[in-house]
């Protein structure tokens, strides 16, 4: 009966979060998937974190049938990691993500189910790049987004999310900043950093693969066809589409966070997504009662994360396969890394 339940909880809310109804070969997969997961999860007293760019599957919250102990973005999860009990972490994000968990939790196993699930923003820049940086701009202050890999967040003087840039920002001395490495980003935040701290940025050429394919031309064009949308778009994409994007139109340019929590108290019944395919999903499942027009780009990296590879990262656990999915650090790193990072959770 309790099986039976929480087969059905899952399909409920599976179909809540995609508008377009799966064959019941691939939902019954899912469900024997769940389940072995659920089973596993308990036997090695494992939690997964999912992000909101994950498929719908994994965004399905255990006590809606599914996988995820919890869902959010990059900010969210980092504070999430921070507090796990469990033994062992299955982070099914990208990459820089399961080292962030890594970090703030060195003596627990973290677990990626795909070593693929990259990012063009955090291989954009290095630690060596960063050393370099700061010999040109000696005593400027570091902020590299969370986007990074561990060995970049080592060389930084804070992190920060899309959430909380503009706070830490406010929080450091002097009249510039070394900002990394998203371009678009930096731009974006540019005139609101200057005109609310007096601060420059520094920045750097890094792009998101994903953000950067929101064109002008690509949003205006959705903004005709449905002149009554808000438009959503995340901090990424590039800054003449988001100053282009709002000209006339109700939205919002933000953290993945600010755009659900803008969604939740707008008025309005219909929006326009400018961000990661998936992203839909989740607030198709959170405002039933809304519309979303997404143009669905996907991640390549994040859709490397599958319910199937999930399932194989938590088979391995006490096999020889443990090693293909185990995120491991050098305690220099982790040590380095770990004081950046905590100055970013400071204000989460």
């Given amino acids: 009966m309790i099986v039976t339940q929480t087969r059905s909880a899952f399909s409920e809310k599976l179909r809540a979060m995609e508008p377009d109804a799966r064959p019941e070969h691939e939902v019954a997969a899912l469900l024997e998937a769940v389940e072995e997961i659920r089973a596993l999860k308990k036997k090695h007293n494992a939690v997964v974190l999912s992000h909101f760019y994950m498929p719908a599957e994994l965004q399905v919250k255990h006590e809606d049938g599914g996988i995820a102990d919890f869902v959010g973005d990059s900010l969210g999860l980092s504070v999430a990691a921070k507090s796990v009990e469990a033994d062992t972490i299955i982070f099914c994000g990208v990459k820089f993500m399961a080292e962030t968990a890594k970090i703030l939790n060195p003596v627990k196993q973290v677990l990626l ?34 986007n990074t890999y561990a060995e970049t967040k080592a060389e930084a003087d804070n992190c920060c999310t899309s959430r909380n840039a503009l706070e830490i920002a406010r929080s450091l001395g002097g009249d510039r900043l070394i900002f990394l490495p998203d371009l678009y980003m930096g731009r974006n935040l540019q005139s609101k950093i200057k005109a609310e701290t007096g601060k420059e940025l520094i920045l750097w050429e890094g792009k998101c693969e994903v953000h950067e394919q929101f064109t ?13 949308a808000q438009v959503l778009v995340h901090w990424e994409v590039p800054d003449d589409t988001v100053s282009d994007a709002l000209k006339g139109a109700g939205g ?19 929006f326009i997504l400018g961000s990661e395919c998936d992203l839909g999903a989740t607030l198709r499942g959170m405002y039933p009662q809304k519309e979303f027009i997404v143009p669905c780009i ?26 293909l999915f185990e995120i491991t650090l050098e305690d220099e790193i982790i040590r380095n890394a770990l004081t950046p990072i905590e100055r970013m959770l400071a204000f989460a």
Avoid at 117 to 146: F, H, N, Q
Avoid at 216 to 228: A, D
Avoid at 252 to 270: A, H, L, M
Wanted: net charge positive; with cysteine.
């Fill in 252 to 270: 919002i340019v933000g953290s993945t966070s600010d755009i659900i929590r803008f969604v939740g108290e707008s008025q309005s019944r219909q």
């Fill in 113 to 146: 189910p795909s070593f693929d699930a990259g990012c063009s923003l955090a291989e954009s820049i290095t630690g060596e790049d960063v050393r370099m940086l700061k010999k040109l701009w000696p005593g400027v202050p570091v902020v590299a987004y969370i």
């Fill in 298 to 323: 996907k991640c390549p990296h994040m859709k490397q994360i599958t319910m199937a590879r999930t399932l194989d990262a938590l088979r391995s656990i006490g096999t020889e396969k443990e090693a």
């Fill in 216 to 228: 002008p031309q690509r949003i205006n064009g959705l903004k005709m066809m449905y002149p009554e």
